[in-house]
């Protein structure tokens, strides 16, 4: 039996890394993060499993585990990455509004030097 449910997680967790693989366009921050945690979950889930004859439930508890943290702190990097290219936006619009008003001030300097 413990063979049988080895092979299913096996091929479920193949199945899962190809479909997520498979769908299209760049893993956001969440994704990658969650990724990493369920991989990592699995393997430790496994080893702590295997210590008491049970591995392949190990690496299935850990992998559900090691998927929700890492999709929680993969949720706040994310989170901070926009928040960062917001103000870098914000940056880059009052630096184009101090420069078109650079540009206007000379105009009328030049304007009021010509009377």
Do not use: F, W
């Not at 190809?18 to 993060?33: D, N, Q, V």
């Amino acid at each position: 039996m413990n063979t049988r449910l080895t092979k299913a997680l096996t091929v479920i967790s193949a199945v899962a890394l190809i479909g997520a693989g498979c769908a299209g366009g760049p893993l956001t921050t969440r994704e990658k993060a969650a990724g990493i945690g369920a991989l990592g979950g699995a393997a430790a889930g496994g080893l702590i499993g295997g210590a008491v004859r049970h591995p392949a439930a190990g690496a299935l508890v850990g992998g559900a585990l090691g998927l929700g943290a890492g999709a929680l702190v993969g949720d706040q990097l994310q989170g901070q990455e926009h928040r960062n290219y917001e103000q870098d936006r914000q940056i880059r619009r009052n630096q184009a509004e101090t420069e078109r008003q650079r540009y206007e001030l000379e105009r009328l300097r030049r304007q009021q030097a010509e009377y």
